[in-house]
């Protein structure tokens, strides 16, 4: 069974007194069901769990009077074999987007506050069946997202001790013993790969064979481009699935990154496609990364809206845009040229959007210089070069000498660890996962 992160910060929602309803979004697929399922049955005696898109039925529980009462006895009807005790039983609304009336109702059991309710959607940022009244300030929200590498690596069963060694080597600059470096770039580039959605690491983890996995991949990928035909309204459908379908040319295919609408279609413009890129990100399928026009905080100060990178909300829905071959090059080590550093650069993208950062990115066409990534921690900017060898970090260098208030910036490169006079950190691609 894979572990997940996500539960000990349920576990910490558990904690808090006067808890409101908790509301976990993600993109479809991430394991956000199976997650509270794990969790209801290592801390409630019982679990009233309803999924509004397996049944729909349900959503006439949510359909009358929304006192709290009136919705624990209709579900006694509905589940007779559940007591439904305040405290020992969780009320799981799981699909919650496929009922407004529900989303209404968690104001209602989080002004009561006798039964702990969570609701989980994938589709909670779009305007699809949206609720008369959001319980604003009556629920707590946790982001999910697809597993990342370090839940990877516990898949795989390396050991907590291990990772907190690696973790050591990360805060004293010391290189990470050589053995264990290179078995740890072979299960990085085997988490490329197979990418981060539970499905697909469960069966590559249970059988070792990429054939099938790639076969789920595309199958998840189906079930995206259904979402989009399904949620996204009748004007957005089409320009909303070549947006998202060009992604793999937009990040691997050519040397800028740059999101370019001539890539979508012959003569492309953002007065015809922005708000189809809008929708791929309030629907938790793509998220952005913006250019600034300077390196200082705050960052959103600098961002351009109309200048961006896009990925896919997780690597497995890369690869699944691309030929099977792709994953047999990267397995093998044998990439080269723009598919190389743009797959790189993906995964460490992938890396920094799990841990919950903002990304931005810098260039500048007449001094040439160009960050790949640029976050905010701690209220100061790191910025980030990725390098698919341990070739130099030209522009990372030229921008710390000329910005002494940034502390530190990384290099992450395929090499070893190593710290520089510019006190820029220079650290093997996996541990983009730890940082």
Not at 113 to 123: F, H, P, Q, T
Request: aromatic share 12%; proline share 3%; glycine share 6%.
């Amino acid at each position: 069974m894979l572990k997940r992160k996500i539960i000990s910060k349920i576990e910490e929602w558990t904690k808090t007194k006067n808890r409101k309803c908790l509301v976990i979004q993600g993109a479809r697929q991430v394991g956000k069901t199976f997650a509270v399922e794990h969790f209801a049955q290592n801390h409630y005696k019982e679990l009233v769990e309803i999924n509004f898109k397996q049944t729909p039925s349900a959503t006439e529980i949510f359909s009358g009077d929304l006192s709290v009462e009136n919705m624990v006895m209709a579900l006694r009807f509905r589940f007779p074999d559940r007591k439904i005790i305040p405290g020992k039983t969780l009320i799981f609304l799981d699909e919650i987007q496929e009922c407004p009336e529900a989303i209404t109702s968690l104001k209602f059991w989080a002004t009561d506050n006798r039964y702990d309710v969570i609701a989980s959607g994938s589709l909670l940022g779009i305007d699809y069946k949206r609720a008369s009244s959001y319980p604003v300030g009556y629920v707590d929200h946790l982001k999910m997202y697809g597993m990342d590498f370090e839940e990877f690596l516990w898949g795989k069963g390396i050991s907590e001790d291990l990772i907190t060694a690696l973790l050591g080597y990360m805060h004293s600059g010391m290189p990470v013993p050589e053995a264990v470096h290179s078995r740890m770039m072979h299960y990085f580039r085997e988490y490329i790969a197979t990418g981060g959605m539970p499905e697909v690491v469960q069966n590559y983890l249970d059988t070792s064979d990429f054939r099938e996995t790639d076969r789920i991949q595309r199958n998840i990928k189906q079930g995206y481009l259904y979402d989009i035909a399904h949620y996204a309204s009748a004007e957005e459908k089409v320009k909303a699935e070549k947006c998202y379908l060009s992604l793999s040319r937009q990040l691997l295919d050519k040397e800028n990154h740059k999101f370019q609408y001539k890539e979508i279609a012959h003569g492309g413009r953002a007065q015809k496609y922005y708000s189809s890129i809008e929708w791929l990100t309030r629907a938790d399928l793509i998220y952005m990364s913006r250019i600034v026009s300077d390196v200082r905080f705050d960052l959103d100060d600098y961002a351009r809206d109309d200048f961006f990178r896009a990925y896919t909300s997780d690597l497995s829905l890369l690869m699944a845009m691309k030929d099977f071959s792709l994953k047999q090059h990267i397995l093998e080590n044998t990439l080269n040229g723009t598919t190389k550093g743009g797959i790189y650069e993906c995964a460490v993208a992938d890396a920094l959007y799990k841990k919950g950062y903002q990304l931005y990115f810098y260039k500048n066409d007449s001094t040439k210089r160009e960050l790949d990534f640029i976050i905010q921690k701690d209220g100061n900017v790191i910025p980030i070069e990725v390098k698919s060898g341990n070739t130099r970090a030209t522009s990372l260098t030229s921008i710390m000498k000329s910005n002494q208030n940034i502390p530190y910036g990384y290099k992450f490169a395929d090499s070893n660890i190593g710290v520089n006079e510019d006190h820029i950190i220079t650290l093997p691609l996996y541990m983009a996962s730890f940082i």
